[in-house]
């Protein structure tokens, strides 16, 4: 099963990469709001169902893959593939 | 003749580059340093633990995030349980926050760009076993190199934990609260960004690193008394 997990800075939290982002896009003409950069991470999990796979990706993401003190987490699961 | 060198091991991750130079200003200022591997599943019998700077796995995914897992560092976390004195630079506090060990988190420098300067610190705890030979509220001149040093100081964090602050002004990574090390509210973990080991001989600009690295011999030194 495969599976994307998107790691993205907290709400509040500072994001120095999303502001150079932002000013980047801005000096080439794109009026653009805020911008913030995460990150995204493509897994295959061994997994019999979604929910399954969602629970060990869970267990990932609190272990490794985000620190829950600046990041939160999102995790998309593809069921068919 | 009673043995008066403690040792002092010095954890070697791929990718630590400053693991020599602990090693180094450690045996100078009166230690024996004991290098180990970040395989080792069991600690040689030692008085204190350094966590040496570098890039361990390539600061991949979050600097510190996979090194936390090595055989080595549960060995030093069951250490540091214990009551095992514990000293983490730059990585090494990458590495100890990551862990738990110690509270927050350091992220990219808010200028997005790697420092490397003398930077003057204020040591804002004389109390702890890393800082024992320092004054309260004494300023001392270390190097920092590095590209994620700027401390996120997380909400519950006591304020008395803030060990180690950046003079104000000179803050080189946007680190919260001008936080430059932090040490466990039980007193035997610290970490700090600045590099004590690269500033024990004033031949080399500073020598003030020298009374942190001092301090953790001293206090490794009343283990190995107590021990014997």
């Known amino acids: 099963m495969k599976a994307t997990v ?4 907290k709400d509040g939290i500072l994001d120095p990469q999303g502001e150079a982002v932002q000013s980047s896009l ?14 995204v991470i493509d897994l295959e999990v061994n997994a019999d169902t979604g929910p399954e796979a969602r629970a060990e990706i869970e267990r990932m993401c609190e272990r490794l893959l985000a620190n829950p003190l600046i990041e939160s987490y999102e995790i998309e699961v593809v069921e068919d593939a | 003749m009673k043995e008066t060198r403690p040792r002092i091991g010095v954890l070697v991750f791929p990718g630590s580059n400053d693991d020599r130079d602990a090693a180094w200003a450690l045996g100078a200022l009166g230690a024996e340093p004991v290098l180990v591997w970040h395989g080792e599943e069991k600690l040689p019998n030692l008085d204190a633990v350094v966590l040496p700077g570098g890039f361990s796995y390539g600061d991949y995914l979050r600097a510190g995030a996979i090194a936390r897992f090595s055989p080595a560092m549960q060995a030093v976390s069951a250490y540091a349980a214990e009551g095992g004195l514990v000293l983490g630079i730059c990585n090494g506090f990458q590495i100890l926050c990551e862990a738990g060990l ?16 003398d930077v003057p610190v204020v040591v804002e705890r004389a109390d702890t076993p890393f800082t024992a030979r320092c004054a309260g509220g004494e300023e001392l001149v270390i190097p920092v190199k590095h590209g994620e040093g700027c401390y996120h100081v997380p909400s519950d964090l006591p304020a008395e934990l803030i060990a180690l602050r950046y003079v104000p002004g000179e803050n080189p990574n946007g680190s919260e609260d001008d936080v430059a090390g932090i040490v466990s509210a039980e007193g035997n973990v610290f970490g700090l960004m600045p590099h004590p080991e690269h500033a024990v001989d004033p031949l080399l600009g500073s020598g003030d690193g020298a009374l942190l690295l001092a301090s953790l011999v001293d206090a490794a030194r009343e283990r190995l008394y107590a021990r014997a």
């Open chain 1, 26 to 39: 801005r000096q080439l003409g794109f009026p653009v709001g805020e911008a913030r950069v995460g990150r």
């Open chain 2, 102 to 117: 110690l509270p927050g988190v350091l992220r990219p420098n808010t200028s997005l760009r790697f420092v490397c300067r």
């Open chain 1, 6 to 9: 998107l790691v993205r800075p």
